[in-house]
T-cell receptor, first 111, second 113 residues
């Protein structure tokens, strides 16, 4: 049984660009949640997908969007990147929104 | 909205010392409570959890008890090791909101040999 994986591990983007982060959920899990962790802070909930539908959203602007695919993997897209978007982005998968298992994260730096 | 407050760090202890990291929460319902640990350069690992009042979560020598009367979930360990050095996050979730996790700011623990 494989755990939650995320790609890429690190990336550097320029302000105004767009970025796509990817997450493969743990086998058997149908729910994916995304969190943003700024340096020195706790993770903040961005949104959750359950069986390909958005199932809750945190206090993030619409330029943060997502998708969940039939195999329950997921993407996080961020448009018009800002310097404050620099953070560790964490994906967590679960079965029916129960206990969440986190991936290693993607470190995004916006310059 | 729901929130979690943790004691500020860093907490610096000598090996084999007793550890307490305080955590209190504010919630309108009856949340589940968690402690997660984050080692340098890694994602979050679930350390322990409790789903109802008076439950005690335990794992790897760490313990925390869900205290509804004081809205607290303090993390304790009787004898810390250098390998316990990490950032510890207290969190809550509520099934009414899809079990999204609400985290505290984290507490850095440094254990010296």
């Amino acid at each position: 049984e494989t755990g939650v994986t995320q790609s890429p591990t690190h990336l550097i983007k320029t302000r105004g660009q767009q970025v796509t982060l990817r997450c493969s959920s743990q086998s058997g899990h149908n729910t994916v949640s995304w969190y943003q962790q700024a340096l020195g802070q706790g993770p903040q909930f961005i949104f959750q997908y359950y069986r390909e539908e958005e199932n809750g959203r945190g206090n993030f602007p619409p330029r943060f969007s997502g998708l969940q695919f039939p195999n329950y993997s997921s993407e996080l897209n961020v448009n018009a990147l800002e310097l404050d978007d620099s953070a560790l982005y964490l994906c967590a998968s679960s079965l029916d929104s129960m206990e969440q298992y986190f991936g290693p994260g993607t470190r995004l730096t916006v310059t | 909205g729901d929130s979690v407050t943790q004691m500020e760090g860093p907490v610096t202890l000598s090996e084999e010392a007793f550890l307490t990291i305080n955590c209190t929460y504010t919630a309108t319902g009856y949340p589940s409570l968690f402690w997660y640990v984050q080692y340098p350069g890694e994602g979050l690992q679930l350390l322990l959890k409790a789903t109802k009042a008076d439950d005690k979560g335990s794992n790897k020598g760490f313990e925390a008890t869900y205290r509804k009367e004081t809205t607290s979930f303090h993390l304790e360990k009787g004898s810390v090791q250098v390998s316990d050095s990490a950032v510890y996050f207290c969190a809550l979730s509520d099934r009414r909101y899809g079990n999204k996790l609400v985290f505290g700011a984290g507490t850095i623990l440094r254990v010296k040999s």
